[in-house]
């Protein structure tokens, strides 16, 4: 990280660095999350307090990490709180618990503690399953999707009705 004592305020370039997220991002998620809330000196200046990055450090994890929507670490947030999500990113951090039955998880990679869609159905053919991704893959394609959903509710704030 930097040379900054633990308890030091981070600016957003240095919390940028520090989550490997661009700057924008964190100020999209500052729309999104009413708990982020930096302090703003001159000139609009943002400084993030340690217990803010953890919480981003959460909300990067469950977005990136675990493949969930931004309504879905809503939800999370509401239904375990602050701590549980600034928490989670740390080894050994209790699991996210499952949603309950009528909110379970979509069945596309990216989770979401909303009611999954009805699964429309499938036409029959003579072709081979598709063979499992490899975790790794698994998790960048996670992550690209998310990346994807947070552009789309960009352009959605925007005026755009795209879909």
């Known amino acids: ?31 999104r ?14 400084y993030y307090r340690p217990e803010d990055v953890d919480l981003l450090r959460g909300i990067r994890h469950l977005l990136y990490g675990e493949g969930y929507t931004i309504k879905g670490v809503q939800r999370i947030l509401k239904d375990q709180g602050i701590r549980f999500v600034a928490t989670i990113w740390q080894e050994g951090a209790t699991p996210v618990p499952a949603p309950a039955a009528a909110q379970a998880p979509r069945p596309a990679p ?3 503690a909303e009611p999954a869609p009805a699964p429309r159905p499938v036409p029959a053919t003579s072709a081979k399953p ?15 999707m998310s990346s994807l959903e947070e552009c789309r509710q960009i352009l959605q704030s ?4 795209h879909k």
Do not use: C, N, Y
């Open 1 to 31: 990280m930097s040379d900054k004592a633990p308890e030091a305020f981070r600016t957003i370039s240095e919390v940028a660095d520090l989550l490997d997220i661009p700057q924008h991002v964190l100020r999209f998620w500052e729309t």
């Open 33 to 46: 999350f009413s708990h982020i809330k930096p302090l703003k000196r001159g000139g609009g200046r943002r």
């Open 110 to 112: 990216a989770r979401s």
């Open 130 to 144: 598709a063979p499992e991704l490899p975790r790794e893959a698994a998790k960048k394609l996670r992550a690209a």
């Open 158 to 161: 925007a005026g755009g009705r």
